[in-house]
């Protein structure tokens, strides 16, 4: 079924949270481990889910936008909330995945299928700190032809624009990409929206 998913492939597109490794029970642990700043966290959640379908120009309109939309009606301003998500959200989740959840048999097998046979890959992720979470997966990120977050194009996923940028970067045909995903309705449409195949994983 691997096999077959990769058959006439060029280019595969890998998303990162819940497709290298298992995400079950992680929301969770967050939770805990940032019990001190739970308003935080909650406002995060809140804002990120006020950000889809929205497609900004740059990774720093997205992030003005998100920052702002953490911080209303809060006691903190968005400058707090930047600092708060880039030096203790992302490497609190980073250390979670090092020591919880170690990446997928599956997805490991298929990046080995994928350097056997010479194909281009790519990660594209929802969220920042690719590098330092494929680290923490023990997955070498050098052996990708490109790393990026949805966020860096200016959204989240699913996107058309960013879908296709993603192409474009990887100097991909959409009908020999494969997107491989945990998440239909994020990474299923992601290619969908550009005429790829999607593998669900
Ligand atoms: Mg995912």
């Not at 045909?173 to 997107?179: E, G, N």
């Amino acid at each position: 079924m691997l096999n077959d998913a990769l058959n006439g492939v060029q280019t595969v597109v890998f998303d990162l949270d819940g497709t290298l490794y298992n995400k079950r029970g992680l929301a969770q642990r967050m939770v805990t481990r940032l019990w001190w700043c739970l308003p935080l966290l909650a406002a995060e959640r809140l804002a990120r889910r006020n950000m889809h379908y929205v497609q900004y120009a740059s990774e720093e309109e997205f992030f003005g936008v998100f920052f702002r939309a953490m911080s209303r009606g809060h006691w903190w301003g968005p400058n707090i909330a930047a600092q708060w998500y880039n030096i203790v959200y992302l490497p609190a989740m980073t250390r979670l995945i090092k020591r919880y959840h170690p990446p997928r048999k599956e997805a490991l097998e298929m990046l080995a299928e994928c350097r056997k046979r010479g194909l281009k890959t790519a990660i594209y992720s929802d969220y920042g700190a690719v590098i330092e979470k494929l680290e923490a997966l023990h997955i070498d990120p050098q052996q990708f032809d490109l790393l990026v977050s949805a966020p860096e194009l200016g959204a989240l996923k699913p996107s058309e624009p960013c879908a296709r940028r993603v192409l474009e970067l990887l100097n991909a045909d959409p009908k020999t990409t494969l997107f491989v995903g945990d998440r239909e309705e994020k990474d299923g449409v992601s290619a969908r929206m550009v005429g790829a195949k999607f593998y669900l994983i």
